[in-house]
């Protein structure tokens, strides 16, 4: 886990108000997060949905920056 940090950290600017390693550590967070619940759901459609809103999410957020 580290070590992906470190290579998402070199890769995301800071702002706001996070640091690079926070904004690593807030997209990692997600992107597992989203997996594990998409996991555990029984509806291959709502499991599908959350997968496409966590992508989706992190993808404008890091646009942003």
Same mark, same amino acid.
């Given at each position: 886990?580290?070590?992906? +940090?470190?290579? #998402? *950290?070199?890769? %995301?600017? $800071?702002?706001?108000?996070?640091?690079?390693?926070?904004?690593? +550590?807030?997209? #990692? *967070?997600?992107? %597992?997060? $989203?997996?594990?619940?998409?996991?555990?759901?029984?509806?291959?459609?709502?499991s599908?949905?959350?997968?496409?809103?966590?992508?989706?999410?992190?993808?404008?957020?890091e646009?942003?920056?």
């Amino acid at each position: 886990i580290r070590l992906c +940090l470190e290579e #998402m *950290s070199s890769r %995301i600017p $800071g702002d706001g108000g996070l640091d690079p390693e926070g904004r690593s +550590l807030a997209a #990692m *967070s997600l992107m %597992i997060g $989203g997996i594990l619940l998409a996991r555990a759901v029984r509806d291959p459609e709502l499991s599908d949905r959350i997968l496409r809103a966590c992508r989706q999410f992190t993808v404008r957020s890091e646009e942003k920056s």
